[in-house]
């Protein structure tokens, strides 16, 4: 049962110094309450990941979503700007659209036909006035349109702020676009066939938790080990925003035509490659010739799912049949990863139902990546 | 309607292909089928009726040319 005062008390041992800090408080890990206050104050009053551009790639293309029980629709308007609204009709607050498609020229309310633009503007309320009569001074269709949601679009990924009151999203975004400048204006293209996703049984914390720190790798994935040794990475930190991983030595797989890499990059990238955790909810990895990016869907206290999209720096290379078996090997090679992932994420889930658990004690060294992470969603509920 | 066997039958086969494509997301077939309609009611009433679908389904298939020619037509029926 969350307790609020106990709560503060837990967090504020949460935000000592990474030598000192106890982890975050098992009740947030398994209980609906600390779900139902993340809602409020991770994923509504700040910017959390929605799903992918490529959800909605086409003029017309839309794209439910759902954040923990927001009903949320990605629509691609006629000028190729990705916009975010309530998936819900103004008129009897009924879902508009149940599944991914293209709408065609307006967005039509399955119910009693009320139609919306793609910017979201009212378009048409038939027999609204009486059958055959399709306006009424009662309803303005200036002032009933779809309810937008912030947004914006980085690298891709969909980001949206349910509450309107976070910093605007460049703001927000800045560090990231900074750390990563070499990639971040580059086009990118999706992998229509390398996606996948996995259902978890953990907290979509943990997740997060597992993929910033280095630490584990080589008792984890030895066949990264293989190639990238513990002391090949660096840590990632960047406190309020991100964290992660790098290493020094990537290799691209030689089993087959390489990958094209992105034009003219710094030399630094030819081995280098990071991992990073952008709070809440998205996991990203970037290379010299791919990026993936894992949004995670926190469904339940105790059930996340991963979803892991692949894109490459030529349309040809992400979606050319030249390059399929490449792609197969490559999506296939980074699923083995995760998967090994998955006994230890669900094994941290199983162990905070321990009643002597006490959030657990951090490598000062090894696991400060985990602890900027612990240290950011402590300050965001406390 | 006006009462002719020939236009209860074209009435009558029109609401079959009607319910044939409701839910198959064939919007330009159904604009077409609701024209149709429109153009077999005197009623004033029924008219709009059907050109309001008409215009509804137009306006999903993004047929511009035909959601005008709706809007004008619904304008000089009292329905827009």
Redesign the interface.
Known sequence: MLELGTLARELAAVTRPVGEARGLPSALYTDAAALELERKRVFSDGWACIGLGSDAPAP?DVCPVDLLGMPLLLVRDKTGTLRVFENVCRHRGMILVAQKRN????I?CPYH?W?YSHNGQL??T??VGG?????HDSIAPQDTGLTPVRSGVFMDMVFVNISGTAPDFDTWIAPLRTRWADFADRPLHHAAGSGFSLDVACNWKLAIENYCESYHLPWVHPGLNSYSRLEDHYHIEHPGAFSGQGTRVYAPAQDGTPFPDFPDLPKVWDRQAEYVALYPNVMVGIHRDHMFAIHLDPLAPDRTVERVEIYYTTPEAANGPDMTTERTANAARWKEVFVEDIFVVEGMQRGRRAPGFDGGRFSAVMDSPTHCFHDWLARRLG | MTGSHADLAEAASLDAELRRLHGSGDARALTTLHLQAAALMPAPGARRFHLTHAWVYALVAGDSERVDHLERELRAAGGL
């Open positions: 017309g709408v065609g020229g307006v039509r036909s139609c378009r048409a038939p027999h059958p055959g009569i399709n306006v």
